[in-house]
């Protein structure tokens, strides 16, 4: 299997293909790391010359692949310069099937606020037909001894779930976090979410499996909204990666587009694995 890891060789980039080499390294996976400009992009080098742009990162790629093989000397590590738009052309391998992942960082160096719904990051991910891991903002070493489900008792969370373990590995432990209305009652949330622990259970692979549910609070600004209870429960979980499903990448994306101030204010502060659409 081979990780795509683009980069726009700005820190936040270096951050994501540190941590895509640990999980290569981990499972075996080859790497691919990729830089897209076009010409719009030519001229944001600070003093070096642009008469040939491709020459120029060429020059970068290829002083980022030394340092990481460097780094990681067991990895087989492939480089690209394409002249396109980054979403087009991450969207065009994800089709391609020679690829399993995708490894990108939160935001890149024209960007330094914390991913929201509406950044390049996102928009890949809601557009890969294979599963992207988002990398916040800061170096973070590759764990995935505790892993956070977000579920809503959907049978493409259990595919999510496999997907994940086939790619990336088996946590020793799961978190299940469900956001209800206050309207619902919380024991027959509690009931679906023992049910869905069983589900879990009976794939053989995971033993360890918590649940957390707790309810959107109307009269909190702060904790009125699935965003910002997910954002808060994960702060006191802790898990070292949280899991996506392709449809709570869609609800979450209605959200987060109706509130902009809150998805500037909603930071990603694990890493996540956004499961293919």
Request: net charge negative; proline share 4%; aromatic share 6%.
């Amino acid at each position: 299997m081979t990780i795509i890891v683009p980069t726009d060789f700005s820190e936040n980039s270096r951050f994501a293909a540190d941590y895509a080499c640990q999980i290569a390294v981990e499972k075996g996976h080859n790497l691919h790391l990729l830089h897209c400009y076009t010409s719009s992009s030519v001229g944001d080098t600070k003093g070096e010359s642009v008469d040939n742009p491709l020459l120029l990162a060429d020059q970068k790629i290829l002083e980022l692949q030394t340092q990481l093989v460097k780094t990681y000397p067991q990895l087989h590590i492939s480089i690209e310069c394409s002249r396109s738009l980054i979403i087009d052309k991450l969207t065009e391998l994800s089709q391609s099937g020679k690829y399993a992942l995708i490894v990108m960082g939160a935001s890149g160096a024209s960007q330094s606020k914390p991913v929201y719904w509406g950044s390049t990051t996102v928009a890949v991910a809601s557009k890969s037909e294979v599963p992207v891991v988002v990398i916040p903002n800061h170096q973070h070493i590759f764990d995935i001894n505790h892993a956070a489900l977000l579920t809503n008792f959907k049978s493409e969370e259990l595919d999510t779930l496999k997907e994940f373990q086939d790619i990336v590995g088996i946590p020793n432990q799961l978190t299940l976090i469900h956001v209800f209305k206050e309207s619902q009652k919380s024991e027959n949330v509690n009931d679906d979410l023992d049910s869905w622990v069983y589900n879990i259970r009976e794939m053989g692979s995971i033993a360890d499996v918590q649940t957390i549910a707790e309810p959107i609070n109307k009269d909190d600004i702060e904790l009125d909204t699935v965003p910002e209870v997910v954002s808060k429960i994960i702060t006191e979980v802790d898990p070292q990666i949280i899991l996506i499903t392709p449809s709570r990448k869609t609800f979450f994306e209605r959200l987060f587009k109706s509130s902009v101030s809150k998805a500037i204010a909603l930071e990603l502060s694990k890493p996540a694995f956004f499961d293919k659409i």
